[in-house]
């Protein structure tokens, strides 16, 4: 298939630009004020032309419990959120998607999945989510979400006799199942990657990071990981390594310039020198950051030192919905209120390079994706300007980054396919995923679920709240 | 007309329960398990019924410059937003109907519009104000925005030279406006209130606040003004009075059970005082004070003092839309960083009554509106649980609140008139609006305006930023 996108309008450094853009196999083949209708002509006329965005973390079996979990800090969501195990290969398949299209439709042409495994059933929860971005033709990075503690480790031991009991599986046993994963679904000439994505050094040993960054090199993996989403982690870091979180990451030989972490927020300007130093990529996540009280990562500090910084929505069970614009508004008027100088606040035009290149950095792919050039993936998305939301006219970018966009996507390219055509996928129908969604809700879910009060209490006293 | 909507789900106190509730004329009129149907029948199966949300503090005219404004501190963009004049009556009109619009499909049924004034022609501001909101059918409250003093006023002295020049009408002036403007468009019982709204002490004489008391209280007009939005405002207050701003208004009389009180993001603990002490109610922007970099209002600390606090999106140049539920969201998550103990954070279920009942209550309207009750004004919204932003089933009003909905409100009435349908404005055509709003935009517009370099200056200066 081969596309020309007739008077699209792009922003350049500064302004915007009137461009016709040529499609064919999976690249911009050309790019020119007027060129020659060739393929399928799209009428980009009084629409916006960007780089399709990555949605740089989240996990998509999270969509089965969004909106279900009450206003918790990290440690005591995981806990309601881990209490539900009743999903199957199914229910992946369609969150996979789920959150795939609600993505699509906010902009994003990647998504960056660190994906809860079933227990027992790791490889076919890996396979079903495969099948879900292949079914709606998405940009796909998976992260098998990996480790090897009970995740009641996760919270600082504290004064208390806290124990918690054996992780699910062996380091061994965890690193055989991730060469498989990488062997059967690594492809990323059909836009399917396999990330090493240990969960965070909060729940994996030493040996399982180790192997992550041996499989990582052999196969030229991207590497992903939590990293300081809370107060609590910190603390926890310290009682483990006895130095900071990075600093042990570091030492593991895990940051790199192909590694993306989600969250950073607790870090101080020792750990930004090393992000910086190792050219790893922060995916912020500001609404889960906000949902769960964890606190505002240092996105204009992370900027200043050189740290590349992009915009996750995370799971959406801590958001909880898969709106990559809201996760870069919010993600960009945040910061304003941790600095005073108004000189320093990210502009509309930063967050959008953020988001498209700056996602594509993270993953290893800045040569290939992330801008609106000849040669690069065309991954490209044409936003309606002539919709309610995205009117009057003023500046398209301001609009798209500091409004609220709805229904403003009209059409996607994911390497060259035309996935969203009138603000619908192109491969399903929208109202049979609805229906599906439905028909497999969980139903009624115990809340607060049986695990919790023991977990609570331990975590209230280890973080100094009254009992 | 009348309407019987059918086997809607209903919050109760923790749970829900599936109702039928018969509208006819204005009002509730039955509510029960099983009614018999009359009138219109609105099948609610699978949708959520809630009393509608205040948008409680709003510009509409700003509609004309969202996405335009780059990212500065609320004194350098009002520099930026005044420096254009070229607004007519007919796009007060139309910015109205759009502000509506957007409120009503976010879950709004009420909108507050702090309404900025065409100089030299006020109340013909106002009245194209009012036709729109009438074209749309929400109900309004209208507070002619009012000043005294120039502009420039509003940004503190300190050691500068900083000379504002005249403010644009006498006192006695605008009083006289505003007295006309009740006279010829307050209709409570047709939908459409007057206020008494002076812009905010920065910009208003003691003489001006004392003449809208005293009109508030002659025609039991609400009152409503900008309260300490900003650390400049704090400064500017103690340059001012020498006392708090919270202080000087309750001098002033201007602080009661039917004011409502925009920003409130600079306020102590004694201030705090006296909001719950005179009953004022605080309308939470957060959006408009992230992107301005405000600061977090202390809304836990307003709740636990038993202040009534609700939402706004403020105007559409700073924030940049008219999404009540995103503010709604935002104002909801954005405290959980405030207060390390989870048991303060503000619950879905406290948002939802926030948004309804403590708008009505700062509205002076807690009796009539707020609430699904036999008597109340029928002011409700049914919301589609089976769209996909509203799936999978889990808890509607933690997807409602926590998550992002999109083309989720399915029906709407205002004084028991369906004024959305199926998802769309039954009074109009939005494709018309559109067109409309398109046909208007102002255009090109000179950023940065020839304006600010002066008052930017100042604002550095005196705010302590290196220049």
Redesign the interface.
């Known amino acids: 298939m081969s596309f020309t996108i007739k008077q699209a309008i792009s922003p350049t450094a500064t302004g915007y630009e009137v461009i016709d853009v040529y499609i064919e196999g999976t690249e911009i083949q050309a790019i020119a004020p007027d060129l020659a209708p060739r393929g399928t002509v799209i009428d980009g006329s009084r629409h916006l032309l960007l780089p399709g965005f990555v949605n740089a973390h989240t996990h998509s079996p999270e969509?089965?419990?969004?909106?279900?979990?009450?206003?918790?800090?990290l440690e005591?969501w995981l806990t309601e959120l881990y209490a539900v195990s009743t999903l199957t290969p199914e229910h992946i398949y369609l969150s996979a998607i789920?959150t795939a299209?609600?993505t699509l439709?906010s902009g994003g042409t990647t998504v960056v999945d660190h994906l809860i495994l079933l227990p027992g059933q790791e490889l076919e929860t890996i396979a079903a989510a495969v099948r879900g971005y292949q079914a709606v033709g998405i940009r796909a990075f998976i992260g098998p979400l990996i480790y090897d503690q009970h995740p009641d480790a996760g919270i600082p031991k504290g004064d208390n006799n806290w124990q918690p009991g054996e992780g699910p599986l062996t380091t061994a046993a965890i690193l055989e199942i991730l060469e498989i994963a990488v062997q059967r679904f690594h492809r990323p000439e059909a836009g399917i990657s396999i990330m090493t994505a240990p969960t965070g050094l909060q729940l994996c040993s030493d040996q399982l990071f180790r192997g992550c960054v041996e499989l990582s090199d052999r196969h030229n993996l991207c590497r992903h990981t939590h990293l300081l989403e809370t107060?609590a982690q910190q603390k926890l870091a310290q009682e483990q390594y006895g130095c900071s979180a990075v600093a042990h990451l570091q030492n593991l030989g895990f940051l790199s310039s192909r590694t993306s972490l989600a969250h950073c927020v607790w870090l101080d300007d020792g750990d930004i020198a090393i992000l910086a130093a190792t050219g790893s990529t922060v995916v912020h996540n500001p609404?889960s950051?906000?949902?769960?009280?964890?606190?505002?990562a240092p996105v204009l500090k992370y900027r200043a030192a050189g740290v590349n910084v992009t915009f996750g929505c995370d799971g959406?069970a801590s958001?909880?919905?898969?709106?990559l614009l809201?996760a870069i508004k919010?993600g960009t008027?945040?910061h304003?209120?941790t600095?005073?100088?108004?000189r320093h606040?990210?502009?509309?035009r930063e967050a959008v390079e953020m988001a498209a290149l700056g996602g594509a950095r993270g993953l290893n792919g800045g040569d290939a994706l992330g801008t609106v050039h000849i040669g690069q993936q065309a991954d490209l998305v044409l936003y309606d300007l002539?919709?309610?939301?995205?009117?009057?006219?003023?500046?398209?970018?301001?609009?798209?980054v500091?409004?609220?966009?709805?229904?403003a996507v009209a059409h996607s390219w994911v390497r060259g396919e035309q996935i969203i055509a009138g603000g619908k996928p192109t491969r399903l129908e929208?109202d049979q995923?609805?229906g599906d969604?439905?028909r497999?809700?969980?139903?009624a879910?115990q809340r607060p679920s049986p695990d919790l009060p023991a977990v609570e209490a331990h975590y209230r006293q280890v973080?100094g709240?009254?009992s």
Chains 1, 2 share one sequence.
């Open positions: 969509l089965w419990q969004r909106g279900a979990i009450a206003p918790y800090p005591l789920a299209v609600e439709l107060k609404l950051n906000l949902r769960l009280g964890s606190g505002i959406s958001n909880d919905g898969q709106d809201e919010i008027m945040l304003n209120i600095d005073a100088d108004y606040w990210l502009t509309p002539k919709t309610l939301s995205l009117l009057p006219k003023t500046d398209p970018l301001g609009l798209l500091m409004g609220r966009p709805t229904n929208l995923l609805c969604l439905d497999l809700s969980l139903g879910i973080m709240l009254p």
